[in-house]
């Protein structure tokens, strides 16, 4: 009888050392393998932001240019890393300098050491571009929540921004404390976001998600199944959503969703959410060119509140899109890129309204 105690206490300690070690090689060889895509840039905490930069160098314009051609700096949706621009900033890469990162607790960036609000992100992202010596003017592109974080750093240094570039960006009246219904949801998610905790630590989260994106996908539909009618509706909206991104970079978003680290950041953007509402809800329009891309599937923003954003803000509505705009219809984001560019180093604001004017009748037809 005591044998048989021994080994029910025995086999659940083994199947966890084994999971970790499983993880802990995996973390390891996922490093070695992707993380020499980009450069590691060391803050004045001592922490590191990792940085992708692709195109041109500014600084080694030719003379006659009027002026410098500015750096496009990508910022992502709450849970996304740099690896979600990846289409869209090759592009762009051909004619601009172009920057994409992992915000603080996300992809392969240290741990947050603040409040995931749009001014603290704002403040260490102008950091890492300080640090990286990556010059400005800045052409600021961000998507959802991303949105928020760009229109932040334009309110707090709007000597350094150009423009603008708001991908289906997030409502802030729609999340708490504004309004309450979603607080639930928030809730939730950040519950959800600590349990992944533990499951990755123990190589779960890497067995499922290598499983999804790499492989058969036979554990993930194991996972989904044993987590019930959420758990399916989850992998499927990630199947759908990833599978829009570029097959190679799969492999990478896997590594990043593999680790405890990444379930942090999560649960820390997810708490953060009311705090950053509050924060936006008395934002001081901005005064510079914005371009807002809003999907055929969302209510455009009605004058009112594209003023409360700024005063020169252009709503291009891109009529097949979802959510992710850059990643259904990119080649409207470029658009929007290309023409924020072109006015900052032409100064002429008639100039781009006549390509925002293209913008939207692209975008109609």
């Not at 051909?94 to 990162?101: E, H, I, L, N």
């Not at 779960?204 to 492989?215: I, K, N």
């Not at 953007?269 to 924060?279: D, G, I, N």
Request: charged share 20%.
């Amino acid at each position: 009888m005591a044998r048989l105690l021994w080994l029910f206490a025995l086999v659940p300690a083994l199947l966890l050392s084994v999971g970790w070690a499983y993880q802990w090689i995996g973390e390891r060889r996922d490093r070695r393998r992707y993380l020499g895509r980009g450069r590691m840039v060391k803050l004045e905490d001592g922490r590191q932001t990792y940085v992708s930069e692709m195109g041109p160098d500014p600084r080694l314009n030719s003379a006659h240019d009027s002026a410098p051609t500015p750096t496009v700096v990508f910022e992502s949706g709450i849970a996304a890393t740099s690896q979600n621009w990846l289409q869209v900033q090759e592009q762009v890469a051909g004619y601009a300098r172009a920057v994409s990162y992992d915000r603080g607790g996300l992809g392969w960036s240290s741990a947050c050491a603040t409040a995931r609000t749009p001014t603290n992100i704002a403040r260490e992202l102008r950091q890492t571009l300080r640090q990286a010596g990556i010059p400005g003017p800045y052409v600021l592109v961000g998507h959802s929540f991303g949105g928020l974080v760009v229109r932040r750093y334009a309110a707090l240094y709007p000597g350094e921004v150009a423009g603008v570039v708001l991908v289906d960006p997030m409502r802030a009246e729609e999340w708490p404390p504004l309004n309450e219904i979603q607080r639930p949801l928030l809730e939730r998610g950040a519950r959800l976001a600590g349990y992944g905790v533990p499951v990755a630590r123990f190589g779960l989260a890497r067995l499922a998600t290598t499983s999804l994106l790499c492989r058969s996908g036979r554990a993930s539909r194991f996972f989904s199944r044993a987590a019930g009618g959420g758990g399916a509706h989850v992998m499927e909206r990630i199947t759908c959503e990833v599978g829009k991104m570029p097959r190679d970079v799969w492999p990478v978003v896997a590594a990043h969703w593999s680790t405890p680290n990444f379930y942090r950041g999560l649960r820390a953007h997810v708490r953060a959410v009311p705090a950053s509402v509050a924060e936006m809800q008395g934002a001081a329009a901005l005064d510079i060119p914005v371009v807002l891309l809003t999907p055929g599937s969302s209510e455009p923003l009605c004058r009112e509140r594209l003023r409360r954003i700024g005063s020169d803000v252009q709503q291009v509505i891109a009529r097949n899109s979802g959510h992710w705009i850059h990643l259904d219809e990119p080649e409207l984001v470029l658009e929007a890129i290309r023409g924020a560019v072109e006015q900052a180093r032409h100064g002429s604001r008639a100039q781009t309204s006549a390509q925002v004017s293209a913008l939207v009748a692209s975008a109609a037809r």
